[in-house]
């Protein structure tokens, strides 16, 4: 094999399992050490610069961080990273003066933003201090988007929105609330924009097209009932509730239930757990407040008497599995369900009545327009989508990478840049070492296993429905949660002309992922490997030949730990722990040239 | 001194012995030698080698002297019994121990000073009563402890760090050995494990004395221009005649090797050592020939490595000399180990 191109950023940063898996690529390990070091304020803003919503995401966010954290390879659990963000949020001193500013005179290009949820307000927060003036639509009389209306406040409290919304909006974002936006067509004719960002998300419930469906007011839609209530227009429901499907609106939509007088709650899954879309910490959360989970019931029809809803009919299916695929199903029995409430909770998707098919926007057959997945351009070169409306429903960390995305590409697009030229990746390396057997970074391997987040009462909880239920990590629980991160950004950096073939780091090494072999093929390689490489996607380092046999150094960078006793049992620093530094590019640090700003003299 | 502990995690796919056991079961301490010394990769090669003959490790009896090599019985396989003796006197240890109990298996680990210097009376003496133990001399021509003056077994003509060359002739362990009818000698290097291991795993498995000179680089005071123990030096001048390779008793019918290719030595417990020449006029089993191949070798500069020689089924094992009981001391009662006194007085009286 050739040797490894490290200087290629995604090499480095691909080892970083936390921020290459994070669609935002939040610097995790950095703000885990400023947590360590209790810089609070300092942990925040790193987690900003990415995420934007530190705070909220902290704690709903989807983690597709901890599913890739290494600390879950080398151990049972990884580290909770999503909770670890919260403290950050939670115990941060007055940020506001360290937060990007707008400058003083405007670059004259005006921006509409279409729908105030995460994708919009992370738009307007990167063209904010870039100059630009950006008004944000908002058809509802709260900001937030599906953050406020479909997550209920026991998870996410209001204020916490309050206060990071407010950090964009302090930017000087006009936002319009109860302003829908009725015409696109009008908007591009007569708003005035440069361009348009639409953000308005994916607000159509699925509907389930069954007998009875529309023959009682008691069948609601999952996304719509919670907005209801988060709105205060919906209080109480009735004593037996089933919720039809299983994703995460439908654990929302679960507690919500109980916390409005519900008293026997069934989540009604068409097939086994092992295929449920939601969380499994989100599962565990809705059982643990005495949430029955039904699986293998799929529904048929309402069950109507007297005009009044009384349960409902399910066919119980049995289903074969081959490697965890259905092969086959078989219906068992058919069953009725006595209920009072039914709510829907089967998936949503995106809508755009108000889009007009004339104004040069592509859809396709399914009705959802074409965009460019890497520049968020739609058809026409002025409108560009971002979060759930673009290409679907994910969740709130993909929104805003999204709208940092979008963020560039409108920029360009203002600037009269070719919108697909995006702007580079880089990434910097500096040694940790201070001397002979000191680091600058704590690298003694911590065994203790993963904290538990403390939860209120349960009796508690049900009383009100704004009583937060998770109350974060104590002090303790931070100082040892935030030991077991591995550092993964501390990088074992080779230098093959330095190598003399020792052995010593081969033989130090714990988890068995260093090999001095006979260069080969790939295959050759991960034969030869001193332990089995497991994954053959993950990285397999390979250095030049060295001096003295011509062998290589492989590295398999599944396991690593970063304890650095390679590089401290190296005689020649031929391994160094470096930090590595991913520069994830937004709009601001693009590198493209101010305009000449027109002064008062000159306007 | 390596500041970090070496975390308890290990590779989950790590294969197990018959035992049971990784090889991380088979480490012991924190190695506290300098970063680079070729002493820790022999102790990586005798905690693989362990492992590989899947012996328990409280079977197993680990003795050195006094020298950065000695340090090294620390370093593995903590859950055995281990004694650190006085400078060069490791052989009298391990032959009173042996003495006791030969049941154990022995290995002692010494360097070029404590065995060819100080030591090198005992060294002969215990080949000369042929003690069934593997006897590793971690030999880097230095006395690194002392900051690196010449040992006895550094070349002529070597240079120290400091320039200046040395004039005294050399004592090679494996000539030494050969000249003193040891029953196993071989010649390993510390950076190449592959031929290492097998030979550390013949030794220990040889109901004899086998003795494996290790060349083994001092990082510190003998990797530099000029010396003839360093990394580099020595593997340009290392010469492999024959390849060991141990094979386990459950593998012995497996395993198929094509005639005249390989030379098997069958061990006692049913496992065997295959050798492979890669020299054509060597032969391990002919004591005089070895020695002079290895010695032409020598004046030429290079280093003879892999299985030097092999008797078979060595004679004159310390404990048929001696005519010893066959059960080990702890084991038996009082009674027989005491005598009584009037057992005592009539021996006593032959003396009169």
């Known amino acids: ?105 405007k670059n004259g290009k005006r921006i509409a933003c279409i729908g105030a949820g995460p994708a919009s307000l992370t738009v307007a927060n990167d063209l904010l201090p870039l100059g630009y003036a950006v008004t944000i639509f908002e058809q509802w009389g709260l900001s937030g988007g599906l953050m406020r209306s479909n997550i209920p406040a026991f998870r996410l409290p209001a204020d916490v929105l309050d206060e990071e919304i407010g950090y964009i909006l302090g930017m ?29 998300g994916a607000p159509k419930a699925k509907d389930l097209r069954v007998p009875g469906r529309d023959d009682s007011e008691r069948i609601h839609s999952g996304i719509d009932w919670l907005q209801s209530v988060a709105f205060g227009h919906v209080k109480k429901i009735g004593e037996r509730v089933l919720i039809i499907g299983v994703g995460n609106t439908a654990m929302d939509c679960c507690r919500s239930s109980l916390r409005l007088g519900a008293k026997q709650v069934s989540v ?60 086959a199903e078989r219906k068992v ?18 809508a755009f009545p108000w889009i007009e098919r004339d104004v040069g926007i592509e859809f396709d057959k399914w009705q959802v327009p074409k965009i460019d997945p890497v520049t968020f351009q739609s058809t026409r070169p002025q409108v560009f989508f971002g979060g759930d409306a673009a290409l679907g429903p994910k969740n709130i960390i993909w929104a805003v990478e999204h709208g940092h995305q979008a963020a560039i590409s409108i920029h360009r697009f203002c600037n009269g840049l070719a919108v697909q030229d995006r702007p580079a990746r880089g990434v910097t390396l500096s040694s940790r070492k201070m001397g002979i057997h000191e680091w600058s970074y704590k690298n003694d391997y911590n065994p203790a296993e993963r904290r538990l987040v403390p939860h209120v009462a349960l009796a508690e909880r049900f009383r009100q429905i704004k009583i937060e239920v998770e109350l974060g990590f104590s002090p303790e629980q931070t100082a040892l949660e935030v030991q077991r991160c591995l550092n993964c950004d501390i990088q074992t950096v080779f230098t093959a002309p330095l190598c003399i073939e020792c052995d010593a780091c081969i033989d130090i090494c714990p988890v068995d992922c260093l090999t001095m072999t006979a260069n080969g093929t790939e295959a050759e390689l ?20 060295l001096k003295q046999t011509g062998r290589v150094m492989l590295k398999d960078e599944d396991l690593c730990v970063h304890c650095g006793l390679c590089a401290e049992r190296c005689p020649t620093a031929a391994w160094d722990m ?26 | 001194m390596t500041s970090i502990t070496k975390p308890k995690i290990a590779h989950p796919s790590l294969p197990r012995n018959e035992l049971g056991l990784t090889r991380r079961d088979y480490e012991g301490g924190m190695s506290t030698l300098c970063a680079g010394c070729g002493h820790d990769s022999i102790t990586a090669a005798i905690t693989e080698a362990v492992w590989g003959l899947s012996l328990r490790p409280e079977n197993l009896v680990k003795l050195s002297g006094i020298g950065c090599s000695s340090k090294t019985t620390a370093y593995f396989v903590s859950g055995a019994h281990g004694f650190n003796g006085v400078h060069g006197r490791m052989p009298s240890i391990a032959t009173g121990a042996n003495a006791a109990n030969h049941s154990l298996t022995y290995i002692g680990v010494s360097g070029d000073g404590d065995s060819l210097s100080i030591g090198l009376g005992q060294l002969a003496h215990a080949i000369r009563r042929n ?26 003509g070597t240079k120290s760090k400091k320039g200046d060359a040395n004039v005294q002739t050399p004592v090679d362990p494996a000539l030494l050995a050969l000249s003193l009818g040891a029953g196993f000698v071989a010649r390993g290097f510390s950076g190449d494990k592959k031929q290492l291991v097998p030979l550390i795993q013949a030794g220990l498995r040889h109901p004899g004395f086998a003795l494996i000179d290790v ?90 490595t892999g299985l030097i020689h092999e008797v078979e089924a060595p004679e004159h094992e310390l404990h048929a000399v001696n005519r010893t009981a066959a059960a080990p001391l702890n084991t038996m009662p009082f009674e027989r180990l005491n005598p009584g006194r009037a057992t005592l007085a009539k021996l006593m009286a032959r003396y009169r």
């Open chain 1, 578 to 603: 470096q930090k590595s530094t991913v520069h994830i590019p937004h709009a601001s640090t693009d590198g493209i040239p101010c305009e000449p700003q027109a002064t008062r003299q000159s306007a």
């Open chain 1, 333 to 350: 029995e058919s069953v009725v369900v006595p209920c009072d409430d039914v709510i829907l909770a089967i998936g949503q998707e995106n």
């Open chain 1, 172 to 200: 000087g974002a006009d936002l319009r609330l109860e302003t829908p936006v009725t015409s696109l067509k009008a908007l591009l004719h007569d708003g005035g924009f440069d361009a348009v960002f639409v953000g308005s």
């Open chain 1, 526 to 545: 991960s034969a030869n490997t001193k332990a089995p490489r497991r994954d053959p996607d993950r990285p397999l380092y390979v250095s030049a030949p």
């Open chain 2, 215 to 304: 060349m083994s680089p001092c990082v510190t005071f003998n990797d530099h221009e000029g010396s003839t123990k360093s990394y580099a030096y020595t593997r340009e001048h290392y010469h492999a005649a024959v390849e060991a390779d141990y094979v386990p008793r459950a593998e012995t019918i497996a395993v198929d090797y094509a005639e005249g290719e390989a030379l098997v030595v069958p061990l006692h417990d049913g496992s065997e050592v295959r050798l492979r020449k890669l020299e054509l006029e060597f032969d391990t089993a002919d004591r005089a020939k070895a020695y002079s191949y290895i010695d032409a070798k020598l004046a030429e500069g290079e280093y003879v």
């Open chain 2, 131 to 156: 003690v069934n133990m593997l006897y590793v001399i971690e030999n880097n021509g230095v006395y690194g402890l002392t900051k690196g003056q010449f040992s006895a077994s550094a070349d002529v």
């Open chain 1, 268 to 327: 009604m899954a068409r097939k086994s757990r092992e295929f449920f879309k939601a969380s499994e910490w989100e599962l565990e959360d809705a059982e643990s407040e005495g949430v029955r989970i039904v699986v293998n019931h799929s529904p048929k029809s309402f069950v109507i008497e007297d005009g009044k809803l009384t349960g409902m009919r399910f066919d119980v299916l049995e289903y074969d599995l081959v490697d965890g695929q259905i092969v």
């Open chain 1, 1 to 105: 094999m050739e040797p490894t191109d490290t200087r290629q950023p995604d090499y480095y940063h691909r080892v970083v399992d936390c921020q290459w898996a994070c669609p935002a690529h939040t610097d995790v390990p950095e703000y885990i050490r400023l947590i360590a070091q209790g810089r609070f304020g300092d942990a925040y803003l790193s987690n900003r610069a990415s995420n934007v919503f530190p705070g909220i995401l902290g704690r709903v966010c989807d983690r597709p961080c901890e599913p890739a954290c290494r600390r879950g390879r080398v151990e049972d659990k990884p580290v909770a990273i999503c909770r670890l963000k919260r403290v950050a949020a939670d115990h941060r001193e007055d940020v506001a003066d360290r937060l990007p500013t707008p400058p003083a005179i």
